[in-house]
């Protein structure tokens, strides 16, 4: 792996929002003098190593995975050079995707995984694939969401714009340029994020990563597209001839960043199983992530036959999942009230609460059944009382 060189070793300061579910460990490895900053949690069972794609976000990016798979398996996360609290290298190949894929090893080595199940996303695709093909004792197998690889023509800009010459429009995919970039960093990263997320209604998701976008910078996105030398036809062609692991990839079909034809050659060209979303778009772990869940889950762990009974429509028991928040605890007596009238119109009505204290305790004493996943819920009233630090509470930023 090439040396880097000229490391800047200071991160912006990261304000971070309350999380569902917080590292078990974290901490830094260091190779040739490049820092990455890296996250696990321990959940037992297998490992999944999520990949970040591109330098434009950060390890966050799998903020609607992390929760889930901590509590079925161990997850590990890093942000990759370039982001987050993990170094902004400046010199010749520093960001190579062979870089990344030793940084990955020297993270798997710093948390003592042997072996783990690698979810990579866009760009990390091929660094996802340098490990299959070079180090397949290290990888139990690979998941390629919205995969970034050269078995297609390159991105809507790069196909019509010049990267390095300098324009007289910045509109649309004109913005995929270095002097744009230098220009207005910000204007690309929200245009960027625009063609990420095509799904309606996904103004948090952009929101989101622009936030983390705005944690890099122009200079060292230019440094990312001037400095890869591997991920060729060739390249991508020869390390999935060498892949021996279960693959399993995963696109939109209104992917408006990567074509969905390139997902599919990449399943072809691996031997694995490609399952496309329709409707959805470049990220699809972020704005689909149930599904997205479920296949990972059945993809690491795969669901085995087992007995079961199934009733057809009205020989059915009718069930509800009752939600009730823990702010404000004047509410609680009024939903059990509610529930009471509930069961008096469906007297056949089984209802499960999901809530935490101190409505659970109130629920207890009428008799009311907690659901068992109530435990598993990010302290509601401890997020409020983090977002509402020396006095400044901004209430629909911190429901939202």
Known sequence: MMATTDVQTLQPKRVEQSRARYPDEEGYVERDGVKTFYEVYEGGGPTILFLAPWSI???????MQIPYFARHGRVVTFDPRGNGRSDRPMGPGAYDEREYAADTLAVM?????????????????????????EHPERVAGAVFIGPRV??????????????????????GWAKWNRHYWRRDYRGFVEFFFSQ????PHSTKQIEDCVGWGLESSAETLIATVENREWGSKADVLAACADVRCPVLVIHGSDDAVRPHEGGRRLAEAAGGSLVTLEGSGHSPHARDPVKVNMLLRDFVDPPRPRASVWRRGKSRRRRALYISSPIGLGHAQRDVAIAKELRRLVP??????LAQHPVTKVLEGEGERIHPLSAELANESRHIESESAEHDLHCFQAWR
Do not use: M, Q
């Not at 056949?348 to 609460?353: A, F, N, S, V």
């Open 196 to 199: 990420v997320f095509t799904e």
């Open 57 to 63: 976000v950060h390890s966050r990016c799998w903020k």
């Open 109 to 133: 080595e710093a948390t003592g995984t042997d072996s783990a199940v690698l979810v990579s996303h866009s760009l990390s695709a091929g660094r996802a694939l340098l490990l299959c093909a």
């Open 348 to 353: 056949d009505l089984e209802i499960d609460w």
């Open 150 to 171: 050269a078995l297609v023509p390159t991105d809507p800009g790069t196909r019509t714009y010049s990267f390095e010459d300098e324009l007289d429009i910045d509109e």
